[in-house]
């Protein structure tokens, strides 16, 4: 939950990034970085705002927000998304 909580505050300060600004800037893990991000965006924490052939530009969702700013460390989170059978 840390690197989660990390991230988000990171995208709460700066707006918008890359997960490799994410990286960089914050010293975690490149793997890490992606696939919290992707996670994140399943879970309606993130969302991609631009995308090019192979990066995305990140921005927090009020979902994210009041995760953070609650400090909850235990959440219950739906899918945004769910594959069908």
Not at 13 to 42: C, H, N, T, W
Not at 52 to 58: F, G
């Amino acid at each position: 939950m840390a690197v989660v909580r990390s991230i988000l505050g990171y995208l709460a300060e700066k707006e918008v990034a890359m997960p490799i600004q994410v990286e960089r800037d914050l010293k975690i893990s490149r793997y890490l970085v992606f696939g919290s991000m992707i996670i994140m965006e399943e879970l309606g924490l993130v969302k991609p705002v631009a995308k090019r052939a192979n990066w995305k530009l990140y921005k927090i969702t009020e979902k994210g927000r009041e995760l953070l700013e609650k400090g909850k460390t235990v959440i219950e989170l739906e899918p945004t998304s769910q594959e069908h059978s």
